[in-house]
């Protein structure tokens, strides 16, 4: 028995959420390999050959692989799938459009989102927003599954010694094409992989309020900056910091809310996160239920005090 995690990477790293979906594959029991596609990508491949636990890397490269398209890796993925027992991906944006397309292409149930893995045939996994857990159990010959990395622990990054073996690279899908991209520079870490995390909601009122309220407390904690999808929809924050259901989901050591009420599809995106702590002028308000640190306050007097007291 042996497990194929699909590596997300920029083709020169490779990024957290392939270690915390290297421990799910590990959890499954016997080997676990990794599939690094992508276009001179010959960094990213010895990177993962050094991850922990990992016993051989799978590295193909062309020009179709360099930017991720779901086509190409789909296919690069399904060129192999037959050696493996479980395949894994992140539950990612990439993940995410990668796993449906090869799962139909096995004729095999995906099973997305797991948090635990019970038995090689049976994990567990969030519904109705993190309300319920439910245990599900694969007969399929493959298990394809996409793995929520706030479930698990990032595998080592270093200790590893994999071989790096070469594979063919499938040939261009030509279904679809990359013409470019615009990056949000930011100097802040990354929302999935902070450690701690400052979210405003819609009672900040304003992007300029929003700014000028989260900003300095987000400074002094080096924190990233998070928005209820209120705040983005709103449009006092951009749309790549909305966390929750439809946003990003996320478990830092340190959540601070401020001005959010905690609604349903924000609590599921951030209620596993280890400290909890809410600011808000409403003592009815849900997030409460959740914090482990409430305070009934207006937020903009508590929340410039704060950040005076820091």
Do not use: W
């Amino acid at each position: 028995m042996t497990a194929l995690v699909i590596a997300e990477h920029d083709n020169a790293s490779i990024k957290v959420a392939t270690l915390n979906t290297v421990t799910a594959a590990l959890a499954c029991g016997g080997d676990v390999h990794v599939l690094v596609a992508g276009h001179q990508a010959a960094a990213a491949a010895t990177a993962a050959a050094q991850i922990a636990g990992v016993s051989k890397v799978i590295h193909a490269d062309s020009d179709g692989l360099g930017h991720g398209l779901a086509e190409n890796v789909a296919a690069q993925v399904l060129a192999i799938a037959a050696n493996y027992s479980h395949i894994l991906f992140p539950a990612t944006a990439s993940g995410k459009n990668v796993a449906p397309r090869v799962a139909a292409k096995l004729d095999v149930a995906q099973i997305s989102d797991i948090t635990k893995v019970d038995a090689p045939d049976t994990f567990e996994r969030p519904i109705y927003a993190g309300n319920a857990i439910a245990t599900v159990q694969s007969a399929d010959a493959t298990k394809v599954i996409t793995v929520r990395t706030t479930g698990f622990d990032a595998a080592a990054a270093t200790g590893g010694s994999a071989a790096v073996e070469s594979a063919a690279a499938t040939a261009d899908s030509g279904k679809s094409s990359f013409k470019g991209s615009e990056i949000a520079k930011n100097d802040r870490p990354e929302l999935t992989a902070a450690k701690i995390i400052v979210s405003g909601g819609r009672a900040l009122g304003s992007a300029e309020k929003f700014n000028e309220v989260m900003t300095p407390l987000a400074d002094k904690l080096g924190a990233a900056i998070g928005a209820s999808r209120a705040a983005v929809d709103a449009g006092y924050a951009a749309n790549d910091l909305q966390v929750g259901q439809t946003g990003k989901i996320v478990a830092p050591q340190l959540y601070v809310a401020c001005g959010i009420s905690g609604a349903i599809q924000h609590l599921a995106g951030m209620k596993d996160s280890k400290v909890i702590v809410a600011i808000n002028k409403d003592p009815e308000a849900p997030i409460f239920s959740v914090a482990d640190f409430g305070l009934e306050a207006d937020l903009f007097a508590a929340v410039p005090d704060l950040t005076q007291a820091l």
